[in-house]
């Protein structure tokens, strides 16, 4: 009897480990440049971009990717920044009457888009963790939209 009670307790310790242990594909929750490679930010706005860089060494919130060879109208930088949920909310109700805020769907949890002028950004939630996407160039704001939100939806993937 006591070795069987001695194989559930091992048996539940073991199934408490295992769950409790992070996802092997979740990225640091302040570690933006975790969240997309060069590559998937290449692939989505179709230029080739140079790997991510933090802002400074020690803040790494927000993670800048920029085009290699500059030419023409085209995508040439990319900022994924990483906020709180009260950042994420207090975005849905903006302050002056000349932004305009667009739900997106099939993102996180919850996203829209913040469009003021010509420039757009993505706002996602998606559990606890919220961020901002952003393609900055000389490009149509529904072409910006559709990058940001593929790379939103390939970032959310490690949250």
């Not at 480990?17 to 302040?30: C, F, R, V």
């Not at 179709?46 to 790997?51: G, I, K, L, R, Y």
Request: net charge positive; proline share 5%; with cysteine.
């Amino acid at each position: 009897m006591t070795a069987r009670i001695y194989f559930v307790f091992v048996v539940a310790v073991m199934f408490f480990l295992i769950a409790a242990a992070p996802a092997a594909n979740a990225a640091p929750s302040d570690d933006a440049c975790a969240l997309l490679t060069a590559a998937q930010v290449s692939s989505a706005t179709s230029v080739e971009m140079n790997a991510g860089t933090y802002v400074t060494p020690t803040f790494k919130k927000t993670c800048t990717w920029t085009i290699k060879k500059p030419a023409g109208k085209t995508a040439r930088i990319v900022t994924l920044y990483l906020q709180g949920l009260d950042a994420f909310e207090s975005g849905k109700k903006p302050l002056v009457g000349t932004v305009n805020i667009i739900p997106v769907g099939g993102v996180g949890d919850d996203a829209y888009y913040l469009a003021v002028g010509p420039q757009v950004y993505l706002f996602v939630k998606k559990g606890s963790a919220a961020f901002k996407m952003s393609v900055y160039g000389d490009i149509p704001q529904e072409t910006k939209e559709a990058m940001e939100k593929t790379l939103a939806q390939q970032a959310v993937s490690h949250l």
